[in-house]
């Protein structure tokens, strides 16, 4: 496994690629934890090489205090990478991917205008910023995104299609905690105390999967604020349930597409989100 910080060395490095050889790209913010590693084993598994790269981004933060507290580790990042077969560790610096500033403005129609794109103003202008020129630098033939980050993956899939590039995007599952809590890098930011409350978030997911057939649309979506709610450390800042493709809210249960329950909480400060598959 090789550490590289600029453009002109990764490239260097990928150009002693074969033309039989297969690239496969993770894109992280670091603070790495086994959700990430799942992404890295399925490139390996997949590609002939990976890259994974380590990049706290600051254009999709809409916070600054969020930008600042983001955990930055790399050096334990690549001793988790260590063991993993991937070959090439991308750590680029900010002056590095924006010698200039990026003016580019996406346009993601109604994908963005719901949940993290609601709440979280520009923050897929500047994913989208920072995954397509990512992708100009690797120029993979597979890149991984979790599940976890349902809406990014759309807002991926849809960049991808309008930019008509020719990288697979191959989504993944999401990794828990024993707890059920889903892996995050910003749950290394909770206390002890705060991570044993904030397991409510995805037990309230896993119940309200089995409460779909009990409930409508408007009495789940209720139950699910109420319960996350009185939990005194946490606070929803939204929860909907919405089809898996344009990520609108659905009304009913009759609507014929896969449905799926997406929620932000603020555990203390810090801002957590999960999802499910409800069918
Ligand atoms: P991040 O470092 O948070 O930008 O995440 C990098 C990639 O890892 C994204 O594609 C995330 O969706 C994915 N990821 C983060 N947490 C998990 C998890 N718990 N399970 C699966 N994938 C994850």
């Given at each position: 496994?090789?550490?590289?910080?600029?453009?002109?060395?990764?490239?260097?490095?990928?150009?002693?690629?074969?033309?039989?050889?297969?690239?496969?790209?993770?894109?992280?913010?670091?603070?790495?934890?086994?959700?990430?590693l799942s992404l890295v084993e399925q490139s390996v598994a997949n590609n002939t090489h990976t890259v994974v790269s380590v990049f706290v981004n600051p254009t999709q933060?809409?916070?600054?205090?969020?930008?600042?507290?983001?955990?930055?580790?790399?050096?334990?990042?690549?001793?988790?990478?260590?063991?993993?077969?991937?070959?090439?560790?991308?750590?680029?610096?900010?002056?590095?991917?924006?010698?200039?500033?990026?003016?580019?403005?996406?346009?993601?129609?109604?994908?963005?205008?719901?949940?993290?794109?609601?709440?979280?103003?520009?923050?897929?202008?500047?994913?989208?910023?920072?995954?397509?020129?990512?992708?100009?630098?690797?120029?993979?033939?597979?890149?991984?995104?979790?599940?976890?980050?349902?809406?990014?993956?759309?807002?991926?899939?849809?960049?991808?299609?309008?930019?008509?590039?020719?990288?697979?995007?191959?989504?993944?599952?999401?990794?828990?905690?024993?707890?059920?809590?889903?892996?995050?890098?910003?749950?290394?930011?909770?206390?002890?105390?705060?991570?044993?409350?904030?397991?409510?978030?995805?037990?309230?997911?896993?119940?309200?999967?089995?409460?779909?057939?009990?409930?409508?649309?408007?009495?789940?979506?209720?139950?699910?604020?109420?319960?996350?709610?009185?939990?005194?450390?946490?606070?929803?800042?939204?929860?909907?349930?919405?089809?898996?493709?344009?990520?609108?809210?659905?009304?009913?249960?009759?609507?014929?597409?896969?449905?799926?329950?997406?929620?932000?909480?603020?555990?203390?400060?810090i801002r957590l989100i999960d999802n499910i598959v409800l069918n």
């Amino acid at each position: 496994m090789i550490l590289v910080k600029t453009i002109d060395e990764l490239q260097h490095e990928l150009s002693k690629l074969g033309a039989n050889d297969s690239l496969g790209f993770v894109p992280t913010m670091g603070a790495l934890h086994r959700g990430h590693l799942s992404l890295v084993e399925q490139s390996v598994a997949n590609n002939t090489h990976t890259v994974v790269s380590v990049f706290v981004n600051p254009t999709q933060f809409n916070d600054p205090k969020d930008l600042e507290r983001y955990p930055r580790t790399l050096e334990n990042d690549l001793k988790l990478l260590e063991p993993s077969a991937c070959n090439i560790v991308f750590a680029p610096s900010a002056g590095e991917v924006y010698p200039e500033p990026d003016l580019r403005k996406f346009n993601f129609g109604k994908l963005e205008e719901v949940m993290e794109g609601a709440h979280r103003p520009g923050h897929f202008n500047g994913v989208a910023q920072v995954v397509s020129k990512l992708f100009a630098m690797v120029n993979p033939d597979k890149a991984y995104f979790g599940l976890k980050d349902f809406q990014q993956l759309a807002i991926i899939k849809n960049m991808v299609k309008q930019l008509q590039l020719r990288v697979e995007i191959v989504p993944c599952a999401i990794i828990r905690e024993e707890s059920g809590l889903a892996m995050s890098s910003r749950n290394e930011l909770l206390t002890a105390e705060q991570r044993e409350n904030a397991k409510i978030i995805s037990e309230t997911l896993f119940k309200a999967k089995e409460l779909m057939g009990q409930k409508s649309v408007e009495e789940l979506v209720k139950w699910v604020l109420e319960t996350i709610n009185k939990n005194p450390f946490l606070n929803v800042e939204y929860f909907e349930i919405v089809d898996d493709e344009q990520l609108q809210a659905i009304k009913s249960w009759d609507e014929k597409n896969t449905k799926v329950a997406c929620v932000a909480a603020f555990c203390g400060k810090i801002r957590l989100i999960d999802n499910i598959v409800l069918n």
